[in-house]
Each structure stands twice: as structure tokens, then as C-alpha cells.
């Protein structure tokens, strides 16, 4: 079991540019979990899937930030138009099918210059 | 809405100190409530969860945590501390499988040898 594997570890843009950020959760779990951490704002919910299906995206922006899970073995963060206070660690999280139990990539740290 | 406050933000013990990292949250209904752990650069770690039944729960590595209704508390304890015990703890609350859990700011713990 290789845990959550998050790709890139690290990614640095420029402003304006546009970032995607990628998350395999553990295989058979069905919930994944993105959250932003900052050292100002701590570990920020942004968004939660479950068999696929948006459940809570009431932590995204409303702008430029979206996220997808096209199929159970991955999903996607896609931030356009970066900006610099988009810097932070985003992490995210597989749980299993009614387990409450949260499984953690070791991030993507993304830096906007 | 669930908030969870952890009002330490840093704990400096020294090794085989016993040690408490408070969490109080504020929801009216039946919650989820876990503890997490992280250490420097990495993801976050499971550490034990309450969810009904007997208040205080095991945790790994010797850590337990205690739930109080009427003190709308679950802090976390251990009764002797290992320099490797020096992290980042996060209380987490969530309210059910339609919500993704909600994160406190954390406490630093140090530990000096």
C-alpha cells in the first residue's frame, strides 16, 4: 500500500499562470479530501468527494479554483490564474467506505512568484 | 457550523513529562472528533477518534484523549513524552459523511531531551 501519492511534490508559477495538482488516493477507498495549509490560515477545507460525486465544496473559492475526480483512482485540483497568496501546502486525503478514518498525501507545495 | 479551537498554538515539554493539548469545539449534535499528527514536511497521521461509547479512547503511541459533553472538550494526553513525540497536533471535528472534517490551528509540540 504506497499511502496517497500527491504529484508534484513541488510546483512553482508565475503569476497568472495556471496549476494543476494531482492526488491518487489509497486504492478502494471512495472519499477524497483536499485542504490548504498556510502557516496564516492553517489547514483550510476546500473540497470533499465520495464515489466520485461532489459532496462539499463550500471551502473553494469561488474563483479560479476547481477540482474533478474523473475516476476512482484519481482527482484533480486545477487553480487558474495563480496568485501569490495561492502559495501553500495542499494536501489531500482518501478514507474508506465508512470509515472515518482520514489517510494524508505529503502534500503539494505550490509557490507563486 | 462546527469550529474547533485548539488554544495552545505551541507546548514545550521536556522528555517524560507527561503533557495535555486542549481542543474544544463547538456543535450542538452528535460529532466525529480525532486527533492528528504531523510531523515537520509531511502529511497529517491518525491518532485516535471518539465518536460515542466510553469517553476516553487509545490512541496510538500511548496517547489517549478524553470527551466531555459539558466542557464541549477532547484533549489530548500523554503521561510520558519521547523527544520523537515533538510535532504538530491537529483536533478535527465532523458531523457526519455529508461534511468533511473541520481542522483546528494546531499545537506545536516540543519536546527537549
Known amino acids: 500500500n504506497a499511502g496517497v501519492i500527491q504529484t508534484p511534490r513541488h510546483k512553482v508559477t508565475g503569476k497568472g499562470q495556471e496549476a494543476t495538482l494531482w492526488c491518487e488516493p489509497i486504492?478502494?477507498?471512495?472519499?477524497v479530501f483536499w485542504y490548504r495549509q498556510t502557516i496564516v490560515q492553517g489547514l483550510e477545507f476546500l473540497t470533499y468527494?465520495?464515489?466520485?460525486?461532489?459532496?462539499?465544496d463550500s471551502g473553494m473559492p469561488k474563483e479560479r479554483f476547481s477540482a474533478q475526480m474523473p475516476n476512482q483512482s484519481h482527482s484533480t485540483l486545477k487553480i487558474q490564474s495563480t496568485q501569490p497568496q495561492d502559495s501553500a501546502v495542499y494536501l489531500c486525503?482518501?478514507?474508506?467506505?465508512?470509515?472515518?478514518?482520514?489517510?494524508f498525501g505529503s502534500g503539494t507545495r505550490l509557490t507563486v512568484l | 457550523t462546527q469550529t474547533v479551537s485548539q488554544s495552545d498554538a505551541h507546548v514545550t515539554v521536556f522528555e517524560g513529562d507527561s503533557v495535555e493539548l486542549r481542543c474544544n469545539y463547538s456543535y450542538g449534535g452528535s460529532i466525529y472528533l480525532s486527533w492528528y499528527i504531523q510531523h515537520h514536511g509531511r502529511g497529517l497521521q491518525f491518532l485516535l477518534k471518539y465518536y460515542s461509547g466510553n469517553p476516553v479512547v487509545q490512541g496510538v503511541n500511548g496517547f489517549k484523549a478524553e470527551f466531555s459533553k459539558s466542557d464541549s472538550s477532547f484533549h489530548l494526553r500523554k503521561a510520558s513524552v519521547h523527544w520523537s513525540d515533538s510535532a504538530v497536533y491537529f483536533c478535527?471535528?465532523?458531523?457526519?459523511?455529508?461534511?468533511?472534517?473541520?481542522f483546528g490551528a494546531g499545537t506545536k509540540l516540543s519536546v527537549k531531551p
Open positions: 478535527a471535528v465532523r458531523r457526519n459523511n455529508n461534511n468533511a472534517p473541520r
Open positions: 486525503a482518501s478514507s474508506s467506505p465508512g470509515g472515518e478514518t482520514l489517510y
Open positions: 468527494f465520495r464515489n466520485q460525486a461532489p459532496i462539499d
Open positions: 486504492s478502494g477507498h471512495s472519499a
